[in-house]
C-alpha cells in the first residue's frame, strides 16, 4: 500500500461500519478500527467517502481498493455487565485491535462554549447514554481484567477531561491506574492529562504504575491555540515545556507524546520544526491530520473540512524522519495512543 493511499483513507474515512467502531468522545473520534497492511488504522466514518468497507474488504468506486485489510471482531467483554448493571462497554472501549481506552471523566471544566475545543465532542457521548460521567477505579479494574482476559488486549489508555482542581484530574486517573495494575499487573497504561499546576502529582502517577504520559497540546502556534481551543489556550506554552520535562525525567525518554495536529492553520515548516524541538527533549510528538466529526464546533458552527492530503503527508514524513535520527518510534512507547498509531499514519512512514 502507498503512503498516499494511506493517507487518503486516513482523510476521506470509509462508508460502512466495521464491528469495532464509535460516534463520539475525547479525542478523533466517529472512526471504525480496522487493519491496514497489518498495522491498526482508525478510520473516520463518511457516508460521502469513495471508499467503502464492504464487511471483509476496502473497494475504491466499486472496485477492490488493493489494500491489505482485517477485519477487527467485536470485542467479547462487550458482553458483559457490572453487578450495577453498567455494561463493560460504557466503561471502556476497545481501540485498534489490542488498545482498551477510557475516559475516566467524562466532562470537562473547559466545554463551555467560549471555552471548548472546537475539535473535541468529550460530552457528546454520555449526552447519548453511551458511557458514564465518573469511571470507578474498581470498575475499570474489572473490565480491564476480561478485556485482557477474553480479547488479548495488550495496553490501556485513560485519558480525562479537564477537572478544576490543580491536579486537573491527575489523582482520580492515579487511583484508577493503581487500581487496574491490582488486577492485571502485566498491563502496560498510558495517562493523559493537562499539565498540573503541582509537578509532583506526575511522580504520583508514575508511582500508582503508570508507564507512559500524554500531555496534548495540539498546537505549538499561540494563534491557533486561542483560536481552536481558547480554554487550553490560558495554559502557557512555557508550563507545557515544564511539565514534558518532567515527565520525561519521571517516565523516561519516549514515554511521553503528545498530539500536534494537522490542518488547523499553523505553518507546516513551523509545526515541523516545533516537532523537532519536542523530539529534542524525549517528548515523541504524534502528529494527526484534523478529523471533522460530528458534535464539534469545527463541523457544526465552522464548517472545517479535513486538511490537504499532501500536507498530512509532508509533515508526517519529516517528522518522521526526525525521529528516526534521534533513534525514537511510536512503537518503543509502552503504551497509548502512540504506540497504537492508529489515528494518524506516522509509523507508516517509519515514525
Not at 481484567?145 to 492515579?174: K, N
Not at 519521571?250 to 524541538?277: C, H, M
Not at 508526517?316 to 535520527?325: I, P
Amino acid at each position: 500500500m502507498s503512503v498516499s493511499t494511506r493517507v487518503d483513507l486516513t482523510l476521506l474515512g470509509i462508508r460502512g461500519r466495521p464491528p469495532v467502531s464509535r460516534t463520539a468522545g475525547a479525542g478523533p473520534s466517529a472512526d471504525g478500527h480496522l487493519m491496514i497492511d497489518g498495522r491498526a488504522a482508525a478510520i473516520p466514518l463518511n457516508p460521502n467517502s469513495p471508499f467503502v468497507f464492504d464487511g471483509s474488504r476496502v473497494l475504491l468506486d466499486g472496485e477492490d481498493s488493493g489494500l491489505e485489510v482485517g477485519v477487527i471482531d467485536r470485542p467479547r467483554f462487550y458482553d458483559l455487565q457490572t453487578a450495577e448493571g453498567i455494561s463493560y462497554n460504557e466503561i471502556a472501549r476497545l481501540h485498534g485491535r489490542d488498545v482498551l481506552a477510557t475516559t475516566v471523566v467524562q466532562t470537562c471544566i473547559r466545554y463551555g462554549v467560549d471555552d471548548r475545543c472546537r475539535f473535541c465532542s468529550i460530552e457528546e457521548s454520555l449526552r447519548s447514554g453511551a458511557t458514564t460521567a465518573v469511571k470507578r477505579p474498581h470498575e475499570l479494574a474489572e473490565v480491564a481484567e476480561a478485556a485482557v482476559r477474553l480479547d488479548g488486549v495488550r495496553h490501556m489508555v485513560m485519558t480525562t477531561g479537564t477537572s478544576a482542581g490543580t491536579d486537573r484530574g491527575a489523582r482520580h486517573l492515579a487511583r484508577c491506574v493503581r487500581a487496574v495494575k491490582a488486577a492485571v499487573p502485566g498491563l502496560p497504561i498510558q495517562v493523559q492529562c493537562e499539565p498540573p499546576a503541582d509537578l509532583a502529582v506526575l511522580t504520583e502517577l508514575r508511582d500508582a504504575g503508570a508507564d507512559a504520559i500524554g500531555i496534548h497540546v495540539e498546537s505549538l502556534d499561540d494563534d491557533v491555540r486561542r483560536r481552536w481551543m481558547p480554554g487550553k489556550a490560558t495554559v502557557p506554552l512555557a508550563q507545557y515545556r515544564e511539565a514534558w520535562r518532567e515527565a520525561v525525567r519521571v517516565f523516561g525518554r519516549n514515554q511521553v507524546s503528545t498530539y500536534l495536529l494537522v490542518g488547523l492553520g499553523e505553518d507546516p515548516d513551523e509545526l515541523i520544526a516545533g516537532a523537532a524541538e519536542l523530539v529534542e527533549m524525549g517528548v515523541y510528538p504524534f502528529v494527526v491530520p484534523f478529523r471533522p466529526h460530528p458534535g464539534t464546533l469545527a463541523v457544526d458552527i465552522d464548517r472545517v473540512g479535513a486538511p490537504p492530503a499532501a500536507t498530512v503527508e509532508k509533515v508526517s514524513r519529516e517528522v518522521a524522519d526526525v525521529l528516526r535520527m534521534a533513534g525514537m518510534a511510536g512503537a518503543d512507547q509502552k503504551a497509548g495512543c502512540a504506540a497504537c498509531g492508529a489515528c494518524g499514519v506516522l509509523q507508516s512512514v517509519g515514525g
